[in-house]
């Protein structure tokens, strides 16, 4: 039997190999989406059941008989011993949101194999790794969050960096993100209805689980779906509407201020009336959409139309790394762009914070902390897929800046074909009457080309009048709403880690009870990331380009400390000879975090690093010039303040990740000097038979 | 449902199989097992009143949005 599994495995490895081979190496044909997916499948699955395994057994030598603190200090609220399976959903919700969609979609410039090599190496060596690791170090040290795990095994500066660190990389995700629902819903009355919508739709839930049957989510959340999808149909007649659709069209500099009123106001109300509520419609939809889109793939097995490597991703090519969404060569841009699905930083914070309190017992530790991180690549594998199926004429007419393309379809239509991709005017309006928009220009960030994607997958399972304009919208409210989530979510945590800080100065301003503080602390977090928001977005060379690799580096930063961590817990556990497990992934993060944020600071091309392009601008003020793209000396000015702001947030980076990085090797000499252990590990507590029943 | 004392263990496959994915849903959105709970503090604290549903609702809600851990990933 166990030569036959052994067989079994054997051939999943083969068949992994074999569709991967397929779709790199059939040049000029069109490729089937199905080859990249049951390529990326297999090869999670047999990463997962020896490499997964191997981690486990051997470098953290997990422990079955081992009392975790959910076993310890169960209390059936916060610590509660939980299945596997259901402990996996949540962990995997929690970790799972906009950013495996975005980056891989972002990515498609360079074409689908790139994204999908780096996807799928990525996480089986560097993401699930962080991810597993960080909950085997905290699970063992009472479910500590990684900033207090930082400080315990290293110390407290760089606990107090890292934890600095996180906050300056939250204000950049809320930003990041705010500004993909901004693109999406500018000129949209369709799609801002809906999203409008969410809100009396989500105060009416909360209402009704406070004080009319309290705590009773399953039939409030399916009434509440039953409304969002109303509100889509209801768009539709909006945005048809002569008198309707004009009130509900905005620009994007007033919905930046709509959004940043917004995340004020949401924050400081009381949780259960729009924060919880609208939590629980996103998660649901958010796990719905996935499984259908998944489905959807399975079902419509569509054709890949972007080439495997355009221009701007092959080597030898004259246009290499010049690409219009973002500017960079393949390294060390693409690891930037692409982080959440490959590795993201941010689940540290998961993986260090709630789960290791619901975990039953350490064995259930592969399968939640590798297997979940997995699952989250598979996400980002669907909307890389879901990027490529769509005419890549369409693609880079939606996601390139004006600055580059031009504003009108003739002159977009025109540079896209220019650069070997066929598209004509009529198709990009016919695309846009398509989908119930005005326009598909300009729409930079993902979250639209993504949708345009799954209504085409979601159309040809469901086929019907006008339902490509219905599925479309159905994807951006899917994706505004958890991104909505996440910004008031972001704000109110972003609010309690300001006030502790200023705390540290002002002691009344930790009063998080008191309006004054509340106000003062929502105040400042609002007004930090609504800046970077409101900059990017009248950016005349278009926020996305800047701010999204300042998001990756940001990210991969978190990551490359969690990975320090984890290779200074080996050495000190004295596992030397298994430390290349988070050195090889910690090593390739700082490589690309530093090289990247040190090209995007010093490099002398104006298109790339930050300093040339202030000091281009600032020659073209003295001399009394407006270089394109900017339209008058307000927008001159405006891009040396952003190259400034830019530069010197890239540079706090490079600080906290050299700092970090300092104190791990300063940490690993120590350990290494000392002939025992030097952990900080809880100590052993064994399980009692009946802890392991029922498990 | 949500109101019995009932391990999951002692369910029929397909009603245990149902209960988990309420479970899953919940606990998704920070609300843990009521059951589990309930009979956690009958065990352990018999000393103790466990909390209603109602207010054991509003605690978790408040607690899982009120600190300063509200923040879910990217």
């Given amino acids: 039997m166990k030569g036959f599994s052994k067989i079994a495995w054997a051939a999943l490895a083969v068949l992994g190999a074999f569709c991967l081979g397929t779709v790199a190496l059939r040049q000029g044909e069109t490729v089937n989406a199905l080859w990249i997916v049951v390529a990326a499948v297999s090869i999670y699955l047999v990463?997962?059941?020896?490499?997964?395994?191997?981690?486990?057994?051997?470098?953290?030598?997990?422990?079955?008989?081992?009392?975790?603190?959910?076993?310890?200090?169960?209390?059936?609220?916060?610590?509660?011993?939980?299945?596997?399976?259901?402990?996996?959903?949540?962990?995997?919700?929690?970790?799972?949101?906009?950013?495996?969609?975005?980056?891989?979609?972002?990515?498609?410039?360079?074409?689908?194999?790139?994204?999908?090599?780096?996807?799928?190496?990525?996480?089986?060596?560097?993401?699930?790794?962080?991810?597993?690791?960080?909950?085997?170090?905290?699970?063992?040290?009472?479910?500590?969050?990684?900033?207090?795990?930082?400080?315990?095994?290293?110390?407290?500066?760089?606990?107090?960096?890292?934890?600095?660190?996180?906050?300056?990389?939250?204000?950049?995700?809320?930003?990041?993100?705010?500004?993909?629902?901004?693109?999406?819903?500018?000129?949209?009355?369709?799609?801002?209805?809906?999203?409008?919508?969410?809100?009396?739709?989500?105060?009416?839930?909360?209402?009704?689980?406070?004080?009319?049957?309290?705590?009773?989510?399953?039939?409030?959340?399916?009434?509440?779906?039953?409304?969002?999808?109303?509100?889509?149909?209801?768009?539709?007649?909006?945005?048809?509407?002569?008198?309707?659709?004009?009130?509900?069209?905005?620009?994007?500099?007033?919905?930046?201020?709509?959004?940043?009123?917004?995340?004020?106001?949401?924050?400081?109300?009381?949780?259960?009336?729009?924060?919880?509520?609208?939590?629980?419609?996103?998660?649901?939809?958010?796990?719905?959409?996935?499984?259908?889109?998944?489905?959807?793939?399975?079902?419509?097995?569509?054709?890949?139309?972007?080439?495997?490597?355009?221009?701007?991703?092959?080597?030898?090519?004259?246009?290499?790394?010049?690409?219009?969404?973002?500017?960079?060569?393949?390294?060390?841009?693409?690891?930037?762009?692409?982080?959440?699905?490959?590795?993201?930083?941010?689940?540290?914070?998961?993986?260090?914070?709630?789960?290791?309190?619901?975990?039953?017992?350490?064995?259930?530790?592969?399968?939640?902390?590798?297997?979940?991180?997995?699952?989250?690549?598979?996400?980002?594998?669907?909307?890389l897929v879901a990027a490529a199926i769509i005419e890549p004429g369409v693609y880079f007419a939606m996601n390139s800046p004006p600055a580059i393309v031009g504003g009108d379809v003739a002159t977009v239509a025109a540079k896209v074909t220019e650069w070997g991709f066929v598209i004509t005017p009529d198709v990009l309006e016919a695309t846009a009457k398509e989908i119930g928009e005005s326009t598909i220009l300009n729409r930079a960030g993902g979250a639209p080309t993504l949708a345009v994607g799954i209504a085409q997958i979601l159309h040809s399972v469901l086929p019907g009048e006008d339902t490509m304009a219905f599925w479309y919208h159905f994807a951006i409210l899917f994706e505004a709403l958890f991104i909505l989530t996440a910004v008031d979510a972001g704000t109110r945590a972003g609010r309690f880690m300001l006030q502790d800080l200023l705390g540290n100065f002002v002691p009344a301003l930790r009063k998080t009870e008191s309006w004054g503080a509340n106000i003062i602390g929502t105040g400042g977090c609002v007004a930090l990331w609504g800046y970077l928001l409101y900059t990017g977005v009248t950016d005349p060379f278009g926020g996305i380009r800047t701010l999204w690799p300042l998001f990756g580096i940001s990210n991969q930063m978190l990551a490359g400390i969690a990975l320090m961590l984890g290779t200074v817990v080996l050495f000190k556990l004295k596992r030397d000879r298994y430390a290349w497990v988070t050195i090889i992934p910690a090593v390739w993060l700082l490589?690309?975090?530093?090289?990247?944020?040190?090209?995007?600071?010093?490099?002398?091309?104006?298109?790339?690093?930050?300093?040339?392009?202030?000091?281009?601008?600032?020659?073209?003020?003295?001399?009394?010039?407006?270089?394109?793209?900017?339209?008058?000396?307000?927008?001159?000015?405006?891009?040396?303040?952003?190259?400034?702001?830019?530069?010197?947030?890239?540079?706090?980076?490079?600080?906290?990740?050299?700092?970090?990085?300092?104190?791990?090797?300063?940490?690993?000499?120590?350990?290494?000097?000392?002939?025992?252990?030097?952990?900080?590990?809880?100590?052993?507590?064994?399980?009692?038979?009946?802890?392991?029943?029922?498990? | 449902m949500g109101t019995q004392l009932v391990p999951v263990g002692q369910f029929q496959a397909h009603r245990r199989v149902w209960r988990r994915l309420v479970q899953t849903a919940?606990?998704?959105?920070?609300?843990?097992?009521y059951d589990n709970y309930v009979r956690h503090v009958l065990e352990k604290h018999p000393d103790r009143t466990p909390m209603d549903y109602k207010t054991f609702f509003r605690e978790r809600q408040e607690a899982r949005f009120g600190g300063g851990n509200g923040f879910r990933c990217c």
């Avoid at chain 1, 629902?181 to 809906?194: D, H, I, Q, R, Y």
């Avoid at chain 1, 030898?316 to 993201?344: D, N, Q, R």
């Avoid at chain 1, 914070?353 to 669907?382: C, D, Q, W």
């Fill in chain 1, 47 to 383: 990463a997962y059941r020896y490499y997964g395994l191997f981690i486990a057994n051997k470098v953290m030598q997990l422990d079955a008989t081992r009392a975790t603190p959910a076993v310890l200090r169960n209390d059936g609220l916060d610590f509660v011993p939980t299945n596997k399976h259901v402990l996996f959903g949540h962990h995997f919700a929690a970790i799972a949101g906009a950013g495996p969609l975005v980056g891989p979609v972002l990515a498609a410039q360079m074409g689908y194999l790139p994204g999908m090599l780096w996807l799928i190496c990525g996480v089986v060596l560097a993401g699930a790794v962080q991810d597993f690791m960080v909950l085997f170090i905290s699970s063992r040290r009472d479910a500590r969050s990684l900033g207090d795990l930082v400080r315990e095994e290293m110390g407290q500066v760089p606990g107090t960096i890292a934890l600095f660190g996180a906050f300056l990389i939250m204000i950049i995700i809320l930003a990041v993100l705010a500004m993909v629902v901004v693109n999406a819903l500018a000129e949209s009355p369709w799609g801002m209805f809906t999203v409008v919508a969410t809100m009396p739709i989500a105060v009416m839930m909360g209402v009704y689980m406070r004080y009319i049957r309290p705590g009773k989510i399953g039939e409030i959340s399916v009434v509440g779906l039953i409304l969002l999808l109303g509100a889509i149909w209801g768009g539709g007649q909006i945005a048809a509407s002569p008198t309707w659709g004009p009130a509900f069209t905005f620009s994007k500099e007033a919905i930046v201020w709509m959004m940043v009123g917004y995340g004020f106001v949401a924050s400081v109300l009381p949780v259960w009336l729009l924060l919880a509520p609208r939590d629980y419609l996103s998660t649901f939809l958010k796990i719905g959409t996935i499984v259908a889109l998944a489905i959807g793939i399975l079902v419509v097995m569509p054709d890949l139309k972007m080439p495997a490597l355009t221009q701007f991703g092959s080597f030898g090519s004259p246009e290499y790394g010049k690409g219009p969404v973002w500017v960079g060569g393949l390294f060390p841009f693409l690891f930037i762009t692409i982080a959440c699905g490959a590795v993201s930083g941010f689940h540290a914070l998961i993986s260090s914070g709630t789960t290791p309190k619901l975990l039953a017992n350490e064995r259930h530790m592969p399968y939640i902390g590798y297997g979940g991180m997995l699952m989250e690549s598979f996400v980002a594998i669907m909307a």
């Fill in chain 2, 26 to 33: 919940r606990l998704c959105c920070g609300i843990p097992d």
């Fill in chain 1, 591 to 695: 490589l690309c975090t530093t090289s990247a944020g040190l090209i995007k600071i010093f490099d002398d091309n104006p298109a790339q690093g930050f300093l040339a392009q202030a000091r281009k601008f600032q020659d073209a003020i003295a001399s009394g010039t407006i270089t394109a793209p900017a339209k008058d000396l307000g927008q001159m000015h405006q891009i040396v303040v952003n190259a400034y702001v830019n530069t010197g947030l890239t540079a706090l980076f490079l600080f906290v990740v050299a700092a970090v990085l300092v104190y791990s090797v300063k940490t690993i000499l120590a350990a290494r000097r000392s002939p025992q252990r030097t952990d900080k590990e809880t100590k052993y507590v064994a399980l009692e038979p009946h802890q392991m029943a029922d498990l």
